[in-house]
């Protein structure tokens, strides 16, 4: 009978002559097909695993059958009951040796039953190789339309970063490390290949570190609040690109840039308060101005259609609450210098005037 072992090797064998004939691309689509025949031929060889072990059992047994033959024989009728139990040992291992034995002639149909599987599986085999087509067996032939691997080497790195220039952006330098980052590299560059990205990281840091910097002071420059609001975003966008690293210099460097991010935010919105109501104290000097201008020191001589109009037109634009406490001050004066010279019926109008829905107040988005 064959061994486990010497079966497993030929039925091996015979595979790998089957799909010799078959590309690594066609392979796939052959081991699919095959997958539930092979599972079975697998169990069957499990199966024969106690074969030769069976064999050496069988001789040992033959041996025992002998050895107790002897025994038995050497003693009269009278002594057999004396010998029994010393012989009970030995009787009981080989029943079980028998019974481990009992399977040997099924063992023996199943290496038949492998071999016709072995056999159906070179048919099929053979007949999806000719349906498909064989593919030369050199190893570098590819599916149709698959691109081979292009390998890239630290050298190849440093000349697409130099190609950026001599003082590339955030943003340029931030895309070629990740384009870089993407490239396949062989094992002989990997470790050449990491020092040249941890370097370009670094150069990333600083560029990033110095042009956030320097937007952050062009927004705190701004001659308005919308200017001033379009640089803190764009040094957002460019604070994003900073490479985290797990250097605690490193990250003690971001939360420094993060954190002067959030203050700027701060900082625009108390320049845009600060604008509003200096600005707000202007549209108030020019209504005294035009009060002063206009009340007549002759009495009930005063055009008051006239100071409501120019008050309105001064401080119709100015919201009260964003107004801060010295200039809120000044505002509730003007007005009160108007209504000191109306009826009562031209306050009550002055009140409308002022709270028209049509009337458009500024807001701080507008400094």
Same mark, same amino acid.
């Given at each position: 009978?064959?061994?486990?072992?010497?079966?497993?090797?030929l039925?091996?064998?015979?595979?790998?002559v089957?799909?010799?004939?078959?590309?690594?691309?066609?392979?796939?689509?052959?081991?699919?097909?095959?997958?539930?025949?092979?599972?079975?031929?697998?169990?069957?060889?499990?199966?024969?695993?106690?074969?030769?072990?069976?064999?050496?059992?069988?001789?040992?047994?033959?041996?025992?059958?002998?050895?107790?033959?002897?025994?038995?024989?050497?003693?009269?009728?009278?002594?057999?009951?004396?010998?029994?139990p010393a012989?009970e040992?030995?009787?009981?291992?080989?029943?079980?040796?028998?019974d481990?034995?009992?399977?040997d002639?099924?063992?023996?149909?199943?290496?038949?039953?492998v071999a016709?599987?072995?056999?159906?599986?070179?048919?099929?085999?053979?007949s999806?190789?000719?349906e498909?087509?064989?593919?030369?067996?050199?190893g570098?032939?590819?599916?149709?339309?698959?691109?081979?691997?292009?390998?890239?080497?630290?050298?190849?790195?440093?000349?697409?970063?130099?190609k950026?220039g001599?003082?590339p952006s955030?943003?340029?330098?931030?895309?070629?490390?990740?384009t870089?980052?993407?490239?396949?590299?062989?094992?002989d560059?990997?470790?050449?290949m990491?020092?040249?990205k941890l370097?370009?990281?670094?150069?990333?840091?600083?560029?990033?570190?110095?042009?956030?910097?320097?937007?952050?002071?062009?927004?705190l420059?701004a001659?308005?609040?919308?200017k001033?609001?379009?640089k803190?975003?764009?040094?957002?966008?460019?604070l994003?690109?900073?490479?985290?690293? #797990?250097?605690?210099?490193?990250?003690e460097e971001a939360?420094q840039?993060?954190?002067q991010?959030?203050?700027?935010?701060?900082r625009? #919105?108390?320049?845009?308060?600060?604008?509003?109501?200096?600005?707000?104290?202007?549209?108030?000097?020019?209504?005294?101005?035009?009060?002063?201008?206009?009340?007549?020191?002759?009495?009930?001589?005063t055009?008051t259609?006239?100071?409501?109009?120019?008050?309105?037109?001064n401080m119709?634009?100015?919201?009260?609450?964003?107004?801060?406490p010295?200039?809120?001050?000044?505002?509730?004066?003007?007005?009160d210098?108007?209504?000191?010279?109306?009826?009562?019926?031209?306050?009550?109008?002055?009140?409308?005037?002022?709270?028209?829905?049509s009337?458009?107040?500024?807001i701080l988005?507008?400094?």
């Amino acid at each position: 009978m064959l061994h486990k072992d010497g079966f497993l090797a030929l039925a091996v064998g015979a595979l790998v002559v089957i799909f010799s004939g078959c590309g690594s691309g066609n392979r796939a689509q052959v081991e699919p097909a095959l997958e539930k025949q092979v599972a079975g031929l697998r169990e069957s060889l499990d199966t024969l695993s106690t074969d030769l072990a069976s064999k050496s059992q069988l001789a040992s047994v033959a041996d025992d059958m002998r050895t107790i033959q002897k025994q038995v024989a050497s003693c009269g009728s009278g002594n057999r009951a004396q010998v029994e139990p010393a012989l009970e040992k030995q009787v009981a291992g080989l029943r079980e040796s028998l019974d481990t034995l009992s399977t040997d002639l099924a063992s023996k149909s199943q290496l038949a039953s492998v071999a016709d599987d072995m056999r159906t599986i070179q048919k099929q085999v053979a007949s999806l190789v000719a349906e498909i087509g064989s593919v030369p067996v050199d190893g570098n032939a590819l599916p149709p339309d698959t691109k081979a691997v292009e390998y890239h080497t630290t050298q190849d790195a440093k000349v697409f970063v130099s190609k950026l220039g001599k003082h590339p952006s955030a943003e340029k330098l931030a895309d070629a490390l990740a384009t870089v980052d993407a490239w396949p590299v062989k094992s002989d560059q990997q470790i050449e290949m990491r020092k040249f990205k941890l370097e370009l990281a670094s150069q990333l840091r600083k560029q990033v570190k110095e042009e956030v910097i320097a937007i952050q002071t062009a927004a705190l420059n701004a001659d308005c609040g919308a200017k001033g609001a379009a640089k803190h975003a764009a040094a957002g966008r460019i604070l994003a690109l900073y490479p985290m690293s #797990e250097d605690k210099t490193i990250i003690e460097e971001a939360k420094q840039l993060s954190a002067q991010q959030a203050e700027l935010a701060v900082r625009l #919105e108390v320049i845009r308060r600060q604008r509003y109501n200096h600005w707000a104290a202007e549209q108030v000097e020019k209504a005294i101005l035009d009060y002063n201008n206009t009340k007549s020191r002759i009495p009930y001589r005063t055009d008051t259609d006239k100071l409501v109009e120019r008050l309105v037109e001064n401080m119709g634009a100015v919201d009260p609450a964003l107004l801060e406490p010295a200039v809120l001050e000044l505002y509730n004066y003007a007005f009160d210098l108007t209504r000191a010279a109306l009826s009562e019926q031209e306050k009550i109008d002055l009140a409308k005037r002022m709270t028209d829905p049509s009337l458009k107040r500024k807001i701080l988005g507008d400094f």
